[in-house]
């Protein structure tokens, strides 16, 4: 056997040895169902075995399933096959619990999905007392639900409301809270696992499970009869509306524990491969596994960094600009074990970014995710100054003053006159062109756009901009320091918004005509909702401000002037800025307003300045949202400005919210079929106008039948999942 090891003592007990022979992980595969199931037989049948030890010799127990296989399963298999594979590991499951000798498993590291389900098909959990053991059933995250007994184990042993709980949240737990839900039985100290596994073996323990007691019923005979029950599925389900729509997972999980506590462990096993199998086989789960897994992590590992550059490290940086972006990029690099020096037009202001890392330090020792003492480490690192001087010996700037050419190029020169030649100097700019910007440098080729998101801490996703001049190893260092500090990078070239406040644009703009059109406000917002957005369109306006997307538009009209296409929206937010006097939030109210208790709400003046009409269609306005997003996805492609599908992906996703269930706004278009999406958008166009026409490589590939993921070829496709994997 490739990927288990087993060995057998004098005293009866075997030891089972996860140890996955083609990845640092133990993963379920095929394979390991495989020959787990020809192991699992073999020590049934042995005489001379009395109880089984599982255990890994991994850093973790197993991580759950292989999402590289699984997220081409949508593509390559049916329903049926779907529900073979999910019955094929739950057979595996029961056999253990069936095998008539009791199986004890040794938690030590993470046990998660596949593998916290195959722990819970032992008679014992042992946990060990380390940082890194948690235990959970997170499949809920990638639109799937656990598929090999998870759903139906856990409510029998821990109640309903507590699996759905964990099911529906997919949170991982601790050894402690595991211990109190009673879904693991012991907790050891590092060493101590095998002799308590080997202790509980020698009591003779019965390896009966109380639901394979015969006449045993199920747990919720009644179903929602009891009060207790209907009120902890109604709670459920509540919960759920809140989370958004578009997301089948969570309505099959509540349905399959619902269906399962009802009906005999094996009845119930095939409720779960059912729904299971219907999720698998759905578009949504591909997405989002493919997004915010294989993409993901490939360009966390480097995937699309030059190959011949050495890997560099970043010990000192200079953040120049102590403002909200610059303090958060200031933390989330001192948190990285960097040497920041935070500089701004004094010393009080620089102070006051650098206390932003206090505060954000002390939440995240308050929510227990960071220890007592570290962040006074992380303050430590961080010099707050107004002297450039300090940027001495800096391997990287990263310059987040205001956004304005001519303060930008004075802070450029200063701070080359006194950093290294080797340095990188990066820009945190949103909008201004980076190949601009770096005419104040020296070192043009040493310039790079290095794009946060705010609040830094938070947001993952770094846009990386190349200029006209900007070299491979300026973009392989830039991508270094992005690994570094722990942040999903996207590759953008050079031009106008770049890729992310390009897109976003549309959005906003989009929601801005809608209102002009005579949409009800309420309705935009919540049709925004609807597909999946965390906001709507004109709450962001108003968060914005709209002096700022205003002054992008007439950026660019100065600059193309009757070849520039205005956006829908500009109407609207000219009128209300400059007629009304409502320009966001900052300006005292935009399309809501802010009373002093807190309460926001839609400005009354709306229904009389933009009246309402009737004469509007729900699934248009959801379908022009997302449609207005994808196709400026594919005019970037075709114009050069993102090479890869998925880094338009991962950008929308990442970067202002696109919904994950779509798996990002090429991928939408992947799931629609080109063709349908051509068609829907010609529709849309002689409806709405000419924005939604489809750029000449969407028609092309909807003529060719082509889609964005299917055509990259395989060589692509291995190098995504083999970085994911690494």
């Keep these: ?98 095998s008539g000798k009791p199986w004890v498993a040794i938690l030590d590291g993470l046990a998660l999905g596949g593998g916290f389900e195959l722990a819970l098909a032992c008679h014992r959990r042992i946990a060990v007392d380390r940082p890194g053991t948690v235990v959970g059933l997170p499949e809920v995250n990638v639109g799937l639900l656990p598929g090999s007994g998870g759903t139906q184990r856990l409510l029998r042993i821990a ?63 009644l179903g929602i009869l009891v009060p207790s029950d209907a009120a902890d599925y109604s709670m459920a389900a509540a919960s759920l509306a809140k989370k958004g729509y578009n997301l089948p997972a969570g309505p099959a999980i509540l349905s399959t524990v619902y269906e399962g506590a009802q009906l005999p462990m094996d009845k119930a096993l095939s409720v779960e491969s059912k729904y299971f199998a219907q999720l698998l ?14 993409s993901r992590k490939a360009a966390e590992k480097g995937a699309w960094r030059p190959a011949d550059v050495p890997k560099s490290k970043v010990s000192k940086i200079g953040v120049l600009g102590a403002g909200m972006m610059g303090a958060g990029i200031a933390f989330v690099s001192a948190k990285a074990g960097i040497d920041v020096v935070l500089l701004d037009r004094d010393v009080p202001s620089a102070e006051k970014g650098r206390q932003y890392s206090a505060k954000v330090t002390q939440k995240l020792i308050a929510s227990g995710r960071m220890a007592e003492n570290d962040d006074e480490a ?96 300026t973009l392989a260092k830039a991508l270094d320091f992005v690994a570094q500090i722990r942040k999903t990078p996207i590759i953008v070239n050079d031009s106008r918004g770049f890729y992310t406040s390009r897109v976003f644009q549309t959005l906003i703009h989009e929601g801005a005509a809608m209102l002009g059109e005579g ?47 205005v956006p829908a929206g500009v109407a609207t937010l000219r009128r209300m800025r400059d007629e009304l006097g409502r320009g966001g939030r900052k300006a005292g109210g935009g399309f809501y307003e802010y009373p002093e208790d807190g309460t926001k709400r839609l400005w009354p003046g709306l229904v009389e300045h933009f009246p309402q009409t009737d004469d509007w269609d729900i699934e248009d306005i959801k379908a022009r949202l997302l449609y207005t997003q994808s196709l400026e996805t594919v005019r970037c492609l075709e114009e050069g400005v993102i090479e890869t599908p998925e880094d338009g992906d991962l950008g929308s996703v990442y970067g202002w919210g696109f919904p994950l269930w ?42 060719n039948g082509a889609q964005f993921y299917a055509d990259k070829g395989e060589a692509a496709t291995e190098k995504r999942t083999a970085l994911a994997d690494a």
Excluded at 5 to 19: C, M, Y
Excluded at 172 to 187: H, P, T
Excluded at 281 to 294: D, H, K, L, M, Q
Excluded at 538 to 557: G, N
């Design 159 to 221: 109640g309903v409301k507590v699996a759905l709980d964990l099911l529906l949240s997919g949170r991982q737990l601790g050894v402690e809270e595991a211990l109190k839900l009673g879904i693991i039985d012991d907790v050891v100290a590092t060493g101590e696992a095998e002799a308590s596994a080997r202790a509980w073996l020698a009591t003779d323990p019965d390896p009966v499970k109380p639901w394979d007691v015969k006449r045993a019923p199920p747990p919720q005979k």
């Design 662 to 703: 779509t798996g990002g706004t090429v991928s939408y278009i992947d799931t629609v079929g080109a063709p349908a999406f051509v068609r829907e958008a010609d529709r849309l166009a002689q409806l709405y106008g000419e924005r939604f026409a489809p750029p000449k490589m969407l028609r092309d590939m909807a003529s």
């Design 281 to 294: 086989g759905s578009p949504v789960a591909r997405n989002i596994i493919r997004t915010s897994f294989i």
């Design 378 to 473: 992380i303050l430590d690192r961080i010099t707050a100054t107004d002297d450039f001087a300090l940027l001495e010996g800096c391997d990287l700037i990263v310059e987040a003053v205001f956004e304005d050419m001519a303060i930008k190029a004075e802070t450029t020169a200063k701070a080359e006159a006194v950093i290294p030649e080797h340095a990188v100097f990066g820009s945190n700019t949103s909008t201004l062109p980076i190949s601009e910007l770096a005419k104040a440098s020296k070192r043009p080729d040493q310039f790079i756009g290095i794009h946060f998101f705010s609040p830094v801490d938070r947001m993952s996703l770094v846009e990386l901009i190349m200029g006209h001049q900007t070299a491979p190893e």
């Design 519 to 565: 949409v009800p406000p309420a309705v935009i917002e919540n049709a925004a909702k609807a597909i999946g957005m965390p906001v709507g369109p004109l709450t962001l306006l108003d968060e914005l401000s709209f002096d700022l997307p205003l002054a992008i538009v007439d950026q660019a009209i100065a600059q193309e002037g009757d070849n520039y296409l």
């Design 1 to 98: 056997m490739r990927h288990i090891k087993i060995s057998k003592g004098a005293d009866g007990v075997a030891t089972l040895v996860l140890d996955n022979a083609d990845a640092p992980m133990n993963v379920v595969s095929q394979d390991f169902v495989s020959e787990m199931t020809e192991a699992i037989e073999s020590l049934a049948s042995d005489d001379d075995v009395r109880g089984v030890i599982l255990t890994s010799a991994k850093p973790a127990f197993m991580a759950g399933a292989d999402l590289k296989f699984l997220v081409g399963a949508y593509d390559r298999a049916t329903t049926h096959a779907h529900f073979e594979f999910s019955q094929g590991a739950t057979a595996m499951h029961r056999a253990i619990e069936q």
